[in-house]
Nanobody, 124 residues
Framework: QVQLQESGPGLVTPSQTLSLTCTVS??????????WSWIRQPPGKGLEWIGY???????SYSPSLKTRTSISRDTSKNQFTLQLSSVTPEDTAVYYC????????????????WGQGTQVTVSS
């Protein structure tokens, strides 16, 4: 079974960089054809897609967040990482990593595996 586990600080100071790591077990992040995604849910709001890194290392980010977002990976550790810079209290949310299945055109086939989520609070 594929398992995903988020890790990182639960509290981040405004203007600093949020950094989270997703550790994957039971499958390789380089396996064709999957897309390793970050999604968040602010309090009382719906899910918001942040971005992904694909099996080949390609990346894509939400237009509303792309200037502040970087997703990278360490294939030797089977991990991928989210960095969100210049955070504000509006970035407070539960952050999830998840695996997205491929369709012919690329990602978007649906999330079949999710991490449990981790609460990140932006506050001084």
């Amino acid at each position: 079974q594929v398992q995903l586990q988020e890790s990182g600080p639960g509290l981040v100071t405004p203007s600093q960089t949020l950094s989270l790591t997703c550790t994957v077990s039971g499958g390789s992040i380089t396996t064709n054809y999957y897309y390793w995604s970050w999604i968040r849910q602010p309090p009382g709001k719906g899910l918001e897609w942040i971005g992904y890194i694909g099996y080949s290392g390609s990346t894509s980010y939400s237009p509303s967040l792309k200037t502040r977002t970087s997703i990278s990976r360490d294939t030797s550790k089977n991990q991928f990482t989210l960095q969100l810079s210049s955070v504000t209290p509006e970035d407070t949310a539960v952050y999830y990593c998840a695996r997205d299945r491929a369709v012919v055109a690329g990602p978007g086939g649906g999330y079949d595996y999710w991490g449990q989520g981790t609460q990140v609070t932006v506050s001084s």
